[in-house]
């Protein structure tokens, strides 16, 4: 049997248990990182909490809804037994009928087979397997990114695990940040505290990488959890456009864990800019649902749909 249960009831050491054995966990699910990315939430629970499905939510104007927060790829079901699309199903039509208004993605092994109450999308991520010898994942490398890689190298570009959050950052706030308005201060200050956090938990990994003379270029922030490693955020300076310094940060992360039975997840991006560069170490696209379903009044239904039309435009990455 599937329960909705509110916030303040949930067994949060139940929950992280069935994350930690799921057949799909992520670190997305733990309660800790749903309590920072998405206070209050609410979720669905079958029998003791064998299978779980966590449900951001917000109120606006007297409405609840349920949303995809910010810093969460995929959420969806999450179960230690075997996955299928009617375990999907059941989940999905449990949700209560009190959230109006519903936008939120699935996870890549949640599938939906029937017809559903929701209007489905696909949402791309790249997904690298790790497990080869790194000379065998470099053969599949394009051409472009092995000549950036060779201008990085060239240009003495050096990597190393020392960094820190703030230089990520403000990278990022400084040069392509610039062009996603909805980014606020508020949203930058829960990513610095979800990096540290992340850190100190043992998942978050941070590579940045220096030109010859000591300048900061660029860095990545890797989570890792259930055999997959995460590109969870990254900031570049123009810098290291110039100088290749992205492709030579990645490229010696994989180095570094080729051989691992790991998946390396670039996230994704509906730029094809960033999914030319995700594609260029010979990962493959991945496709996980977006979900959404609007049962608001005429005038409000209408506002929901451009809010959520201006912010794929604003966030798309």
């Known amino acids: 049997m599937i329960r909705y249960i509110p916030h303040n009831q949930i067994d949060f050491e139940k929950w992280d248990r069935c994350i930690e054995g799921s057949v799909n966990g992520i670190f997305y699910a733990y309660s800790w990182y749903l309590d920072m990315t998405a206070p209050g939430w609410d979720a669905l629970v079958e029998n003791d909490y064998q299978s779980v499905m966590p449900l951001p939510h917000r109120t606006k104007s007297g409405v609840a809804y349920l949303y995809q927060p910010f810093f969460i790829q995929q959420m969806g079901v999450f179960s230690a037994a075997s996955l299928t699309s009617e375990v999907t199903a059941r989940f999905l039509k449990a949700i209560p009928p009190k959230f109006k208004y519903v936008n939120f993605n699935l996870n890549t092994y949640n599938q939906i087979e029937e017809k559903s109450q929701f209007n ?124 290749g310094a992205m492709f030579l940060l990645v490229n010696a992360f994989i180095q570094q864990m080729a051989g691992q039975d790991l998946v390396l997840d670039f996230e994704g991006s509906s730029q094809s800019e960033l999914a030319r560069f995700y594609k260029g170490f010979g990962s493959k696209e991945c496709v996980f649902l977006q979900l959404e379903k609007n049962n608001l009044p005429l005038g409000l239904k209408q506002l929901a749909d451009l809010y959520i039309w201006f912010r794929k435009k604003q966030r798309s990455c």
């Open 120 to 243: 489905i999308s696909s949402g791309l991520t790249h997904h690298l397997d790790l497990i080869e010898p790194y000379q065998q994942l470099k053969k599949r490398y394009s051409e472009n990114t092995r000549r950036n890689i060779k201008k990085a190298e060239k240009n003495e570009v050096f990597i190393t695990t020392h960094g820190n959050p703030e230089d990520i950052i403000s990278a990022f706030r400084q040069n392509r940040g610039k062009q996603l308005k909805s980014f606020s201060e508020e949203d930058y200050n829960l990513l610095k505290h979800i990096i540290y956090a992340g850190i100190y938990r043992g998942m978050a990994t941070i590579m940045t990488a220096y030109s010859a003379e000591n300048t900061f270029c660029a860095g990545v922030v890797f989570f890792r959890s259930h055999k997959k490693v995460v590109f969870l955020f990254s900031g570049s300076t123009p810098l290291a456009r110039e100088n």
